[in-house]
């Protein structure tokens, strides 16, 4: 149906999954990948680490050929995190890097680390993080922007 986005279920905490899913997409254009597991996954960041590698590799040819960029949305470990949690969690931060490093610097990998705020709304959650995105190039058309970064928001986020 022209003008409208056509889900697609699949098992992204698979890797296999993610290079079977990488063999079919091929070279077709991706303008933005934007991993959430992060945040729906928590229990299991382990795993998550290993999918967003995964998937991000999959569809690298297709994220190179829309000059695409890549967002990981993490959260900051809540104060009582145990050590598991807040270790899985530094090393998602720094996954983007190592992606873009792995990507020779032609993939622009981004990390967003969202900081819960008391107070407010979800609304205001929204433009507190439309504005980082915007200063980490995915405003601009073609190019710009950084290669890869890790910025933390302060936002109301459940």
């Known amino acids: 149906v022209r003008g409208r986005i056509e889900t697609l279920a699949l098992d992204v905490m698979r890797p296999s999954v993610c290079a079977?899913?990488?063999?079919l997409w091929g070279a077709t254009p991706i303008?933005?990948?934007?991993?959430?597991?992060?945040?729906?996954?928590?229990?299991?960041?382990?795993?998550?680490?290993?999918?967003?590698?995964?998937l991000t590799r999959a569809l690298r040819p297709g994220l190179a050929a829309a000059r695409g960029r890549v967002l990981i949305v993490n959260a900051v470990?809540?104060?009582?995190?145990?050590?598991?949690?807040?270790?899985?969690?530094?090393g998602l931060d720094h996954l983007g890097g190592y992606l873009a490093e792995e990507a020779g610097g032609a993939l622009p990998?981004?990390?967003?680390?969202?900081?819960?705020?008391?107070?407010?709304?979800?609304?205001?959650?929204?433009?507190?993080?439309?504005?980082?995105?915007?200063f980490l190039g995915f405003g601009l058309a073609q190019g710009g922007g950084l290669r890869s970064s890790s910025v933390t928001v302060c936002a109301a986020c459940d």
């Open 20 to 23: 079977r899913l990488g063999d």
């Open 31 to 54: 303008d933005v990948l934007i991993h959430l597991q992060p945040l729906r996954m928590a229990g299991r960041l382990g795993a998550v680490t290993l999918a967003v590698s995964a």
């Open 77 to 90: 470990p809540c104060a009582g995190a145990g050590a598991a949690e807040r270790a899985c969690r530094l």
């Open 109 to 134: 990998v981004h990390t967003l680390r969202l900081m819960r705020a008391a107070g407010a709304g979800k609304a205001a959650a929204l433009s507190v993080l439309l504005e980082p995105a915007l």
